[in-house]
Every structure is written in structure tokens, then in C-alpha cells.
T-cell receptor, first 113, second 112 residues
Framework: KAGVTQTPRYLIKTRGQQVTLSCSPI?????VSWYQQTPGQGLQFLFE???????NKGNFPGRFSGRQFSNSRSEMNVSTLELGDSALYLC????????????FGPGTRLLVL | SQELEQSPQSLIVQEGKNLTINCTSS?????LYWYKQKYGEGLIFLMM?????EEKSHEKITAKLDEKKQQSSLHITASQPSHAGIYLC????????????FGKGITLSVRP
């Protein structure tokens, strides 16, 4: 099976702009979670989607949002970008049946200037 | 304070040596996951532990979970340069199994 894919891999934006990141989970996985990784805060959970519904949410402002499509692909949107949003954004998918591991994609490196 | 503390922060070992790194939680563990990351890249899943006393091995890596201490250890036998990277432990502390809390990671360097 193909792994989790994320596009784009790299992105440069300026403050105030908005950005949309995409994640395609492993085939058959219906749960997609998003994480932000920065040198200062480490890896932090953003939100999880399952069957097109947000099931869990981390402690991030409302500028961070997401959605999931019927084919389980997910998008994450950040509006009104701030310098502090520069980070590696990782998505992870899992087969939501039972207690199983999350498998991560390669990430999208976002730089906000 | 961090919910998940990893120790040591970094480690440099000579190729061929054994090493152990640790992950301690301040909250009840419903599941403990070990991942490896090359800088700036995605996380590679290593092992998942769920029950107290559980021990799993894959190639030269063994992970154990001490439920009473809320601690997990990862042991690498006869380290190789390919073991170098950042080791992250992630924990399910809510029981939801979807929202993982991660430690800061341990940077491992292996000298040839």
C-alpha cells in the first residue's frame, strides 16, 4: 500500500495570507489527524477527522481549520498567517478500527515571511 | 511541565554499543508509541505498546512499557549509523487513541 502523502512539500507565504495543505491517507484508513511541529513547542496535535467529521481538536486558534472528504482525503487551512505559523505540518492516518498506530506523511514545510 | 518527558535529550554513541532511552508520562497511559524521525521529515512508526509489562522487538530495537511507573524504554542493541535520528515517544493520555501527546524527542548520533 502507498503511504500517507502530503502536498505541497514546501510552501512560502507572507503574513496575512491563507494556506491550504492536503493529505491523502493510506488506502482504507478513515481517520486523519494533523499535527504542527516547531523547534520550540515540538509536535502538537491540531485536530482529527473521521468520516468527514471533526472528532478531536487541540488547543489552536480558530484560524486553523480542516475538513475531510468522502474519500478520506483531508485538507487543513490556516487563515491570516502569522510568523509563528512557520512549522512542519504533519498528517497521520490510521485504521480507526481498534487501537492501532498512526502512520505519518512526510510533512509540509511552511515558511511565513 | 511536559506531559511526556524524554531522557536523555541527546545521545552520542560509538557504533556497536548498546543504548537505552526513556519516556515518562505524568498522566495515565492508554497507549505508548515510538517513532523515529530524520530531521525535517515525517515520522516512521517503530512500535506500539498498550499493556503494562508489554515488550516488543523489531530487529535490534526493543521497547518496554512499565505501566506502574508510566514509563517506557527503548533499547537498541549493537547500534549502527542507520539508527541515528530523532526518537519520539507519543502517548494516548485521553483514551481516544487519536490525539497523541509527544515528547520533545531524543537526538541519537552514532559514530562509525
Amino acid at each position: 500500500k502507498a503511504g500517507v502523502t502530503q502536498t505541497p512539500r514546501y510552501l512560502i507565504k507572507t503574513r496575512g495570507q491563507q494556506v491550504t495543505l492536503s493529505c491523502s491517507p493510506i488506502s482504507g484508513h478513515r481517520s486523519v489527524s494533523w499535527y504542527q511541529q516547531t523547534p520550540g513547542q515540538g509536535l502538537q496535535f491540531l485536530f482529527e477527522y473521521f468520516s468527514e467529521t471533526q472528532r478531536n481538536k487541540g488547543n489552536f486558534p480558530g484560524r486553523f481549520s480542516g475538513r475531510q472528504f468522502s474519500n478520506s482525503r483531508s485538507e487543513m487551512n490556516v487563515s491570516t498567517l502569522e510568523l509563528g505559523d512557520s512549522a512542519l505540518y504533519l498528517c497521520a492516518s490510521r485504521d480507526a478500527r481498534g487501537l492501532v498506530a498512526q502512520y505519518f506523511g512526510p510533512g509540509t514545510r511552511l515558511l511565513v515571511l | 511541565s511536559q506531559e511526556l518527558e524524554q531522557s536523555p535529550q541527546s545521545l552520542i554513541v560509538q557504533e556497536g554499543k548498546n543504548l537505552t532511552i526513556n519516556c515518562t508520562s505524568s498522566k495515565t497511559l492508554y497507549g505508548l508509541y515510538w517513532y523515529k524521525q530524520k530531521y525535517g521529515e515525517g515520522l516512521i512508526f517503530l512500535m506500539m505498546l498498550q499493556k503494562g509489562g508489554e515488550e516488543k522487538s523489531h530487529e535490534k530495537i526493543t521497547a518496554k512499557l512499565d505501566e506502574k511507573k508510566q514509563q517506557s524504554s527503548l533499547h537498541i542493541t549493537a547500534s549502527q549509523p542507520s539508527h541515528a535520528g530523532i526518537y519520539l515517544c507519543g502517548a494516548d493520555v485521553t483514551g481516544a487513541n487519536s490525539k497523541l501527546t509527544f515528547g520533545k524527542g531524543i537526538t541519537l548520533s552514532v559514530r562509525p
